[in-house]
């Protein structure tokens, strides 16, 4: 399968100072993955095999739950197309 990119926003249902531990969890399971990642602001961007990225997603959920939260809300937006897409690609000129 072609490399894509998907971005994960990972919203858990902890009380507010809770937010951002429950947040690094996922973020180290995204580094432990071994895929490529950009963490913003909002969201982390990862690339690599669509499957592989799909299963991190899958993975964040339960990230959260063992980290207390009740509930995860998430928002992941997926750039697929057959060849290929890229991270350095799309943002090479803001570099």
């Known amino acids: 399968m072609a490399v894509a990119n998907v ?6 249902i902890v009380p507010e100072e809770k937010v951002y531990p429950v947040v690094d969890r996922v973020i180290e399971l995204i580094e432990q993955s071994g ?15 669509l499957d592989i990225l799909l299963d991190i997603v899958k993975e964040a959920q339960e ?3 063992r980290e207390g939260a009740s509930r ?11 060849e290929g897409v890229t991270m350095d690609e799309k943002i090479h000129k803001y570099r």
């Open 72 to 82: 995860v809300v998430s928002f992941i937006k997926i750039d697929y197309k057959p």
């Open 35 to 49: 895929v490529k990642y950009i963490v913003g602001p909002s969201e982390t961007t990862m690339e690599g095999e």
């Open 63 to 65: 990230v959260c739950i």
């Open 7 to 12: 971005s994960l926003q990972v919203l858990p």
